[in-house]
């Protein structure tokens, strides 16, 4: 139910900048966290930051003073900005959010997006 559109990948040289943005649509109630993830070739898909709804923070230890998440709620879109990027964020980035389908309900579900490609490289 919900559907995933992420931007702002690309080819960046080493110490440059992106800024990642996934928008949400379709049919949910809410957004109860929303979140990057990464993953390299012959590695394991890792967490990179995810945001809750109520503003708290978590990040990499790989990320920390280097990536920050937000969101735009009235958007249903979260956002990495990521600074200083380095050959090994190197990866394919991966929007996750966790929705609550209705008002009220103990249930709620993850969807991931396509994924788009970080190439960091001189």
């Known amino acids: 139910q919900v559907q995933l559109v992420e931007s702002g990948g690309g080819l960046v040289q080493p110490g440059g900048s992106l800024r990642l943005s996934c928008a949400a649509s379709?049919?949910?109630?809410?957004?109860?966290?929303m979140g990057w993830y990464r993953q390299a070739p012959g590695k394991e898909r890792e967490l990179v930051a995810d945001i809750t709804d109520s503003g708290s923070t978590t990040y990499a230890d790989s990320a920390k003073g280097r990536f920050t998440i937000s969101r735009d709620n009235a958007k249903n879109t979260v956002y990495l900005q990521m600074n200083s990027l380095k050959p090994e964020d190197t990866a394919v980035y991966y929007c996750k959010v966790v929705a609550k389908p209705v008002e009220g309900s103990w249930f709620e579900y993850d969807s991931w997006g396509q994924g788009t490609q970080v190439t960091v490289s001189s």
């Open positions: 379709g049919s949910f109630f809410s957004l109860n966290a």
